[in-house]
């Protein structure tokens, strides 16, 4: 059962200068790490939209390269259509001239 506050012993109350200097240590240092967690999170927040704008900055590229590939290859389709197309106008030219007697 514990003693009424009126019965206690000088020495049991916590008024000694020492205790003040480490609980106004320990609010200081609680202070200090509040603050290094604000930087932290704010840095974090900064990295946090870099690494956004890099993804974005690598979805465009890729978007670019793959328009980029699509345009190559609509060349090279355009490029052996005509290819085929001026070939079968010589061979129909040929063929035509040796037919008619190596006259057009």
Do not use: C, W
């Amino acid at each position: 059962m514990p003693l009424p506050p009126s019965l206690l012993a000088e020495q049991d109350y916590i008024t000694r200068s020492e205790f003040s200097e480490r609980v106004s240590t320990v609010q200081q240092d609680v202070k200090t790490l509040e603050h290094q967690m604000i930087e932290l999170r704010s840095m974090q927040n900064a990295q946090g939209e870099q690494l956004t704008q890099i993804l974005e900055n690598q979805r465009t590229q890729t978007e670019m390269l793959r328009k980029q590939g699509n345009l190559r290859s609509m060349f090279i389709t355009g490029f052996s259509g005509f290819g085929g197309g001026f070939a079968a106008a010589l061979i129909y030219m040929v063929l035509t001239y040796f037919h008619n007697g190596g006259h057009f």
